[in-house]
Nanobody, 114 residues
């Protein structure tokens, strides 16, 4: 019953950067962690994943080279550094474990617009 709270979303111009944070109420040490996003009328899709010790990461093709996922198991935090943002990145962003079997947090809104 780990609770997740995302933060850091904002309105940003195309080409800008944001860093999203995910705070977990319990241990994340043994879980692959991931960031997901959902635009209105679209499915919730995984955009980035990171293994338990941060040794390996994986990204959706649409964000590869622009986004970086990281984690701090002691602080129970997961981060998503987003650079070179595009309007198509506009969505609500969520974190969860790689199996998405914890309750979803509130998400954080990212809007990329001029």
């Amino acid at each position: 019953q780990v609770e997740l709270v995302e933060s850091g979303g904002d309105l940003v111009q195309p080409g800008g950067s944001l860093r999203l944070s995910c705070a977990a109420s319990g241990s994340i040490r043994t879980r692959t962690m991931a960031w997901y996003r959902q635009a209105p009328g679209e499915t919730r899709d995984v955009v980035a994943q990171i293994t338990t010790l941060g040794s390996m990461t994986k990204y959706a093709d649409s964000v590869k080279g622009r986004f970086t996922i990281s984690r701090d198991n002691v602080e129970r935090m997961v981060y998503l550094q987003m650079d070179s943002l595009k309007p198509e990145d506009t969505a609500v962003y969520y974190c969860n474990n790689g199996r998405s079997d914890w309750p979803w947090g509130p998400g954080t809104q990212v809007t990329v617009s001029s």
